[in-house]
């Protein structure tokens, strides 16, 4: 079946640094998301990218779709405290359902 | 609106025993889905659903059942619990996909948390 592998699993940073992560897949997605879940909640969706090549921010997050539409990363700037939870990427299937990654725990610490 | 909500939030079973969860969602969406968590494995789609009265086989099916009865709730059963199904439940939901390159965002409830010894 179709996989998404995520790198890093964990990431332990000081608070004001800047984080990258990635996920690559054997597979094309036309649509690649990122989502965060914080401890004990559900996710919540942070980025979505739909054109190879976009490049999309929020606050100080930035995403891009890459070339291939096999990859993706995500950074995040300036790190604070609430950044503290696990990211999820995921790929979007015919008919609206997700493979997601692994996901990157991130650790901050003040 | 009170979003997905999934009830219990947590829950230990003995090997052998059934339930059922439940998941509630308030804005008339007409996708619901189940997903498992587990450490180092990402979120797995067990089954979903396109509308009242379907349902449909999602990536880790096996040992679970679900229905739709009514288009708000969707119910995930266990009907003999086996420790391999001690995991995060979570259940989403989400408007249909609207049209090529669109995402409809799936929306996700707290969560339950089950352990089967």
């Known amino acids: 079946g179709q996989q998404l592998n995520q790198s890093p699993q964990s990431m332990f940073i000081q608070e004001g640094e800047d984080v990258s992560m990635n996920c690559t897949s054997s597979?094309?997605?036309?649509?690649w998301l990122w989502y965060k879940q914080d401890p004990g909640e559900g996710p919540v969706l942070l980025i979505a990218?739909?054109?190879?090549?976009e490049l999309t921010s929020n606050g100080r997050l930035t995403a891009q779709f890459g070339i291939t539409r096999k990859d993706s990363f995500l950074n995040i700037s300036a790190s604070i405290p609430s950044d503290v939870g696990i990211y999820f990427c995921?790929?979007?299937?015919?008919?609206?359902?997700?493979?997601f990654g692994q996901g990157t725990e991130l650790s901050v610490k003040p | 609106n009170a979003g997905v909500t999934q009830t219990p939030k947590f829950r230990v079973l003995k090997t052998g025993q059934s339930m059922t969860l439940l998941c509630a969602q308030d804005?008339?969406?007409?996708?619901m889905y189940w997903y498992r968590q587990d450490p180092g494995m990402g979120l797995r789609l067990i089954h979903y659903?396109?509308?009242?009265?379907?349902?449909a086989k999602g990536e880790v099916p096996d040992g679970y059942n679900v229905s739709r009865l009514k288009k708000q709730n969707f119910l995930l059963g266990l009907e003999s619990a086996a420790p391999s199904q001690t995991s995060v439940y979570f259940c989403?939901?989400?408007?249909?996909?609207?049209?090529?390159?669109?995402?409809?965002?799936?929306?996700f409830g707290p969560g339950t948390r089950l352990t089967v010894l």
């Open positions: 597979s094309i997605f036309n649509t």
């Open positions: 659903s396109v509308g009242e009265g379907t349902t």
């Open positions: 804005m008339n969406h007409e996708y």
């Open positions: 990218l739909y054109k190879a090549g």
């Open positions: 995921a790929g979007q299937l015919q008919g609206g359902k997700l493979i």
């Open positions: 989403a939901s989400s408007y249909p996909r609207a049209r090529r390159g669109a995402y409809n965002e799936q929306f």
